[in-house]
């Protein structure tokens, strides 16, 4: 596994944001573990990936050695977005939960990296999954933040999480099998009171054990 992390926040919010608070935990004790370690940085509240267009699609899927100037140009976020990504080993994603899903931002981020003959392949031929992802062994950390709770797995808000599925979903496209997902989530945000104040002392602990896991495992490797 690759040492280098991409570490993405969607949040609208700079300061206020729990889920930066969480990516900024999570890199501090990474790098306080192993300090040699490349970091890529991509902020998507500050730098938004441009939506796809016809344009978009039509230089996508037209012959790398075919393209004009300007199908490169249009295409250049994302293939800058694709060599960060194949960069990295590990993707830390800090995600605030908007209306249920991800942020439109992130939806965007996935919509750019996703790419036919980048990140899957796409073989009509074959009648069960043509779909397939080129890249592999990546792992995912989601940081999350939700203003209500109940979110997780048998909880009374666990049908109307579109967040964490969708993730997991696209993550199969970036190379990250759904073993290799770990998510962390701040909960009752709305509230203010002792049980949100107990998510955030819950997800930062978390957070500290999960990168002792990570850096364990990943020292082995180069
Ligand atoms: C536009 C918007 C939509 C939101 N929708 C939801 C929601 O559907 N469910 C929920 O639990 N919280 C919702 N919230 C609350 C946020 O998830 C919560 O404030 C969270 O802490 C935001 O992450 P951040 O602190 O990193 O900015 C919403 C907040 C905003 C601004």
Same mark, same amino acid.
């Given at each position: 596994?690759?040492?280098?992390?991409?570490?993405?926040?969607?949040?609208?919010?700079?300061?206020?944001?729990?889920?930066?608070?969480?990516?900024?935990?999570?890199?501090?004790?990474?790098?306080?573990?192993?300090?040699?370690?490349? *970091?890529?940085?991509? $902020?998507?509240?500050?730098?938004?990936?441009?939506?796809?267009?016809? $344009?978009?699609?039509?230089?996508?899927?037209?012959?790398?050695?075919?393209?004009?100037?300007?199908?490169?140009?249009?295409?250049?976020?994302?293939?800058?977005? *694709?060599?960060?990504?194949?960069?990295?080993?590990?993707?830390?994603?800090?995600?605030?939960?908007?209306?249920?899903?991800?942020?439109?931002?992130?939806?965007?981020?996935?919509?750019?990296? *996703?790419?036919?003959?980048?990140?899957?392949?796409?073989?009509?031929?074959?009648?069960?999954?043509?779909?397939?992802?080129?890249?592999?062994?990546?792992?995912?950390?989601?940081?999350?933040?939700?203003?209500?709770?109940?979110?997780?797995?048998?909880?009374?808000?666990?049908?109307?999480?579109?967040?964490?599925?969708?993730?997991?979903?696209?993550?199969?496209?970036?190379?990250?099998?759904?073993?290799?997902?770990?998510?962390?989530?701040?909960?009752?945000?709305?509230?203010?009171?002792?049980?949100?104040?107990?998510?955030?002392?819950?997800?930062?602990?978390?957070?500290?054990?999960?990168?002792?896991?990570?850096?364990?495992?990943?020292?082995?490797?180069?």
């Amino acid at each position: 596994m690759k040492q280098t992390l991409l570490v993405i926040n969607a949040s609208a919010r700079s300061t206020r944001s729990l889920s930066r608070r969480l990516t900024q935990r999570f890199t501090d004790a990474w790098l306080s573990r192993l300090p040699n370690s490349k *970091i890529i940085h991509r $902020d998507l509240a500050a730098s938004p990936p441009p939506h796809v267009t016809e $344009d978009w699609i039509a230089a996508v899927f037209t012959a790398p050695e075919e393209r004009t100037d300007e199908m490169k140009r249009i295409l250049a976020w994302s293939d800058e977005a *694709i060599a960060q990504l194949d960069a990295a080993g590990i993707i830390v994603i800090g995600v605030p939960m908007y209306n249920y899903g991800m942020p439109s931002s992130l939806k965007a981020w996935f919509d750019q990296v *996703i790419r036919v003959g980048k990140t899957f392949t796409f073989d009509l031929a074959r009648g069960d999954y043509p779909l397939e992802p080129i890249m592999s062994g990546k792992k995912l950390v989601v940081l999350s933040s939700r203003g209500e709770f109940g979110f997780g797995p048998g909880g009374i808000r666990e049908k109307v999480n579109h967040l964490d599925p969708h993730i997991a979903t696209c993550a199969h496209y970036i190379g990250v099998s759904s073993d290799d997902i770990q998510t962390i989530s701040i909960e009752y945000q709305e509230f203010g009171d002792e049980r949100h104040r107990q998510s955030c002392e819950d997800a930062e602990s978390q957070i500290d054990d999960l990168v002792f896991d990570l850096t364990c495992s990943s020292q082995h490797l180069r």
